[in-house]
């Protein structure tokens, strides 16, 4: 039985990333902001504690933990994403 032939991949059809765009390092403002977000949430919830709940929003009450652990995950997060 006959083979058909194969067909060529056009040029829409072939993947258009390289390995040199997939491993690109970082944008300047990424390091600082990543960091920065960690030690916010970590002085956020430092400062709910020194101040026994009246900073940095006295009406989250324990609230404010969630807040800084959100704020600091953030910060986490976006290492996953971190190239160098």
Known sequence: MPESKRRKRTAHETPQTSAAQANKPNAVWFKPVMFGLMIIGLLWIITFYISEGALP???WGSGNIIAGFGIA????LMTTRWRS
Not at 73 to 76: M, N, Q, R, T, Y
């Open 73 to 76: 995950i953030i910060g986490f």
């Open 57 to 59: 929003v006295a009406a």
